[in-house]
């Protein structure tokens, strides 16, 4: 009994040492005590913002997506930028582009009035891009509670670690990976873009120079973005962009895929049978887009005594 017991104290010890019980420390009732009313204040929120505009919804899980591909959920993405720092807010993947900063602001603004200085920013973001999927029509989940808020920022991370819509197959593979998100998260997670729209400049080379596109939805596309100019003309990602479906996964299948990368899913290669799957089970699609939401939320959340609550999201203590 004393060999089993001191073994059973070894491991847990190697497992403290390696990390793996690192996201033990996130709950869903975090602040079940120290600001009960934290979802319904968020909840509130984002209904209101959806309400006014729709993309909202999509542009709050973006960012979500975005933060958490740097560094972790750790609420970097919003810092702004100062004469001494520079944030993530001017890379690539996120100038001009991301949207929702302002929701955001006016939340822990509210979060800060009914608890001061107990919620953190990575928090609110995680459970409002929740809300607007939900909002949207899509599938509920219970968020993760307990992060801390980062006191840095990292743009060339933000430009290496975020993937492109203009990666292939593999490079999307490899790139969550790299966050400890397999193929199947993957498939998953790019099925948000069931919701929101993309720029003409981001799918331009697809409508006019690749072969594995439907014609008439290429034409289509074209009277929307031109060769040259209207880089910031709108298309939506599927045919019903402020409805969280499966409309995503049958555009794919019918190569309607909008982005390079959407339609790399979908194009002979090991990722083909999983769209197929969600195309014609919204049910599975709705129940592994919130094991894969949860499983996002966790990449290296900063807990305990890391990182900081910040009383503004914009900007470190």
């Known amino acids: 009994m004393a060999?089993?017991?001191?073994?059973?104290?070894?491991?847990?010890?190697?497992?403290?040492?390696?990390?793996?019980?690192?996201?033990?420390?996130?709950?869903?009732?975090?602040?079940?005590?120290?600001?009960?009313?934290?979802?319904?204040?968020?909840?509130?929120?984002?209904?209101?913002?959806?309400s006014s505009d729709a993309r909202m919804g999509a542009s709050l899980l973006r960012l979500h997506f975005h933060d958490c591909f740097v560094n972790g959920c750790d609420a970097s993405v919003?810092?702004?930028?100062?004469?001494?720092?520079?944030?993530?807010?001017?890379?690539?993947?996120?100038?001009?582009?991301l949207r929702g900063f302002d929701v955001i602001d006016t939340i822990k603004t509210q979060v800060e009035r009914?608890?001061?200085?107990?919620?953190?920013?990575?928090?609110?973001?995680?459970?409002?891009?929740?809300?607007?999927?939900?909002?949207?029509?899509?599938?509920?989940?219970?968020?993760?509670?307990?992060?801390?808020?980062?006191?840095?920022?990292?743009?060339?991370?933000?430009?290496?670690?975020?993937?492109?819509?203009?990666?292939?197959?593999?490079?999307l593979i490899s790139t969550f990976s790299n966050q400890g998100l397999n193929v199947k998260d993957l498939v998953v997670l790019s099925g948000g873009h069931?919701?929101?729209f993309a720029k003409c400049s981001l799918f331009r080379n697809r409508i006019y120079n690749e072969s594995n596109i439907d014609s008439s939805f290429s034409s289509q596309q074209q009277a929307t973005c031109p060769l040259t100019g209207g880089d910031s003309n709108l298309a939506p990602l599927d045919t019903t962009a402020a409805v969280f479906d499966t409309k995503y996964f049958d555009k794919l299948v019918m190569k309607k895929g909008l982005l390079h990368s959407d339609q790399q899913l979908f194009n002979g290669g090991e990722t083909d049978?999983?769209?197929?799957?969600?195309?014609?089970?919204?049910?599975?699609?709705?129940?592994?887009?919130?094991?894969?939401m949860i499983k996002m939320g966790n990449i290296s959340p900063l807990t305990r005594d890391l990182g900081q609550i910040r009383c503004n999201c914009r900007k470190v203590n």
């Open 78 to 97: 919003l810092l702004d930028d100062t004469a001494n720092f520079t944030g993530e807010k001017t890379a690539g993947p996120n100038a001009n582009s």
């Open 114 to 171: 009914a608890c001061p200085g107990i919620v953190s920013c990575a928090d609110i973001l995680s459970v409002a891009a929740r809300d607007g999927v939900v909002a949207l029509g899509g599938p509920n989940w219970e968020v993760q509670l307990g992060r801390r808020d980062s006191t840095t920022a990292s743009i060339d991370k933000a430009n290496t670690d975020i993937p492109s819509p203009l990666m292939d197959l593999t490079a």
């Open 194 to 196: 069931t919701i929101g």
């Open 273 to 292: 049978c999983l769209v197929q799957a969600y195309s014609s089970d919204p049910d599975a699609f709705a129940m592994d887009f919130a094991d894969s």
């Open 3 to 50: 060999t089993t017991t001191h073994f059973l104290a070894r491991l847990m010890l190697v497992l403290v040492v390696l990390g793996v019980g690192a996201n033990a420390q996130l709950s869903s009732n975090f602040y079940s005590s120290t600001c009960p009313n934290l979802l319904s204040i968020i909840k509130t929120a984002v209904d209101s913002a959806v």
